[in-house]
């Protein structure tokens, strides 16, 4: 029996929202279990409702995507939902405060309804970061201003010290945009070893997701922009 992936959309334009609901509900494998049209509405729901994935959008009058994407993650009970970004442009701050905060992933509000489907499909599967190459290049454009001094919002780094070597060395791979594939090939390891490599450090450093992983590499200094 096939699960169906359960989405929450959450959108403050009418039309924008009524087509992503539209378009998924067409769509085989896939229930809308709810649209919001602003943040404190996309916590009420997540709550209520439960969604395996949140496409939230990011730059929403009143409470943004940003502050909601960290309250429903806060909040919510285990398994937590995957929370996939909208955004009209990928080098965009707001979008890295939402990787920061725990996102899964973001997408392209131009993206073709395949490219959609596919990232839903991707994240509820449990792919907790989708385009890694372009995740990696968000977070190098901003990682730096983040760790700033203008930019300390009070929370410590996470102590890296509490991971092991090898976890340390699968994380800066991952920080690189590698898939759990080829840093398996690198490490001449399986994949399911890499996969409890990464959890283990999620759950050491109380992280939310794979793209906040890379966050945390790049914040606390373990792996540098533009470096090799």
């Known amino acids: 029996m096939t699960t169906c992936i359960r989405v929450l959309v959450v959108d403050d334009q009418f039309l924008i929202r009524a087509g992503l609901v539209g378009l998924l509900r067409a769509a085989p494998g896939i229930e809308v279990v709810g649209e919001a049209g602003d943040g404190d509405e996309a916590v009420e729901l997540a709550a ?35 929370i996939l970004v909208l955004t009209t442009f990928d080098l965009d701050e707001y979008v890295y405060g939402a990787l920061r905060a725990g996102a899964s992933g973001f997408l392209l509000k131009d993206s073709g309804p395949e490219r959609l489907l596919a990232a839903v499909a991707a994240v509820g599967a449990g792919d907790a970061l989708f385009a890694p190459s372009v995740t990696r290049r968000l977070v190098e454009a901003f990682a730096r201003q983040a760790a700033g001094p203008d930019a300390d919002d009070g929370t410590p ?9 090898r976890e340390v060395e699968v994380l800066k791979l991952i920080a690189r945009g590698l898939t759990n594939a080829d840093i398996a090939e ?27 992983a890379v966050v945390v590499a790049y914040e606390t200094g373990l792996v540098t922009p533009g470096g090799s």
Not at 69 to 82: G, N, V
Not at 191 to 212: C, F, G, I, P, Y
């Open 186 to 212: 690198r490490l001449y390891i399986s994949e399911a070893t890499v996969k409890t490599h990464l959890n283990r450090t999620m759950s050491k450093l109380d992280l939310d997701s794979r793209a906040q």
């Open 157 to 165: 780094p996470p102590d890296l010290g509490a991971l092991t070597l």
């Open 48 to 82: 209520r409702t439960r969604p395996d994935v949140v496409l939230m959008d990011i730059r929403m009058p009143g409470m943004n995507g940003i502050t909601a994407t960290a309250k429903i993650l806060q909040q919510a009970a285990e398994p937590a939902p995957r």
